[in-house]
């Protein structure tokens, strides 16, 4: 053989040897990244049942320093949370030392502050839990606990974006009103035995009220962000015009995803992968109301989405909004992760694990079973949704590894 022969020989040997040897640690990297999302998936499901404990292994802090200490770009609370109990059980029987009228919005709530100073947000109950909400999907009162499911579904899912909430009773008379400020006391009246009130926000109204039994009421308690992150708002490219007969483009573009590529933040960074994981777990709790989102200010949209406001989530199990999905069928693409944990959930998976989730919560049952039936079927629409995808544009364009490595965490 020549010598011209031997190097031509020599460099397709070469060339050969180099794609084989990528492509093994392509496939190398990806098997090592789908076991680490199983190992992951397992320490969840070993970790589900939080039982509220005041007991604390870091004794010389306080459970809202640690939450506090918790909050980083990517997620609320880590995934290893020991004293998560601790902090839950804090929300719900630390005393409360002052009561005021919610932050601005449209609906009723209560800002508390608990002993040793941490601000929570309290959503009252209005509903029964069999009640079923008719009309638009984002029709009806606030759910208080749609705050709290919500919550244990941002821990089943993974993502570790949703402020901690928890179920609690107060004694309106006792607990509220000694400590509640002239303007939230304003709204506080009496019907028949119960005492009530309707607080200030911009659907609040005095022939509405919320209404304890007697004086005991159950609601949500959110935990308030630290100060240190202060929060940004954006307009959700997919948010809904609520005028009826008004479309937003969205709804009758289907390119309209190529679009929102174009601009900034979906042009790079997590934020567009944020948004289809949004809409795959609002769409597990039926919430079509995100019209506005959070993320911590000056972030360049490398941090997260962080999910606030759940509350117009579980309020027709018989409701499947499939507009919810668009992000996800309009873009076509998901996180390996994402996939791969809504994968481990099939086969009554979800339910059972949501279930246990939320069966040490001071006012379980937080969801009716026909709440729980409908997660399980919403999640085979979703991955029917993504096989609709893979089977148009193949896997290696819907599947994108995207695990978070972000050089400013």
């Known amino acids: 053989m020549k010598l011209k022969q031997r190097v031509v020989l020599l460099a397709i040997l070469l060339v050969i040897f180099i794609f084989t040897k990528v492509f093994l640690i392509d496939n190398l990297d990806t098997s090592a990244a789908n076991r680490e999302d199983q190992r992951a998936f397992q320490r969840m499901l070993s970790g589900l049942r ?29 995934e290893d949370t020991p004293e998560l109990g601790a902090v839950m059980h804090a929300m719900a029987t630390k005393k409360i030392i002052k009561a005021d009228v919610g932050y601005k919005g449209t ?43 919500a919550f244990h579904l941002d821990r089943i899912l ?6 901690l909430v928890v179920g609690r009773f107060v004694n309106l008379r006792t607990e509220i009103k000694p400590v509640a400020t002239e303007q939230l006391l304003g709204t506080f009246m009496t019907v028949g035995n119960n005492t009530c009130f309707y607080g200030k926000c911009y659907y609040c109204r005095e022939t509405e009220p919320a209404c304890a039994e007697g004086d005991i009421m159950e609601g949500s308690v959110t935990l ?11 307009r959700h490219p997919w948010g809904r015009t ?37 809409a795959i777990f609002d ?30 989530s579980f309020g027709n199990p018989a409701l499947d909004e499939r507009s919810i999905l ?3 069928y309009q873009c076509c693409i998901i996180r390996v992760s994402t996939w791969n944990r809504l994968n481990y959930l099939k086969n009554g998976v979800l339910k059972s694990a949501l279930k246990t989730a939320m069966s040490h919560d001071p006012i379980s049952p937080v969801l009716s079973d026909p709440h729980l039936d409908a997660l399980d079927q919403r999640l085979l629409s979703i991955l029917a949704t993504v ?20 050089s400013h965490l």
Request: hydrophobic share 35%.
């Open 283 to 312: 769409y597990l709790i039926g919430n079509a109301d995100r019209h506005h989102y959070e993320s911590f200010q000056d972030d360049e949209g490398a941090s997260m989405l962080i999910l606030l406001d759940n509350a117009k």
């Open 242 to 278: 609520y005028r009826e007969g008004k479309l937003a483009r969205w709804e009758y573009d289907e390119s309209y995803c190529d679009a929102v590529k174009k601009t900034s933040p979906y042009d790079s960074g997590p934020r567009l992968l944020d948004i289809i994981d949004t």
């Open 107 to 149: 609906q009723l709530k209560a800002l508390l502050v608990l002993e040793g100073g941490q601000k929570v947000v309290f959503k009252p109950k209005r509903y029964a839990r069999d009640y079923i909400v008719e009309g638009e999907p984002y029709a009806g009162y606030d759910r208080h606990n749609a705050e709290v499911a």
């Open 326 to 328: 668009a992000p996800l």
């Open 224 to 234: 308030w962000l630290p100060d240190v992150w202060p929060l940004q708002k954006h």
């Open 158 to 163: 993974g993502f570790r974006r949703a402020p």
């Open 50 to 78: 939080v039982a509220l404990d005041p007991r604390l292994e870091h004794t010389l802090q306080s459970p809202w320093e640690i939450a506090a200490q918790w909050v980083v770009p990517r997620e609320v609370y880590p």
């Open 387 to 406: 096989k609709q995808c893979t089977d148009q544009f193949g896997p290696d364009v819907v599947l994108v590894e995207d695990r978070m490595t972000l």
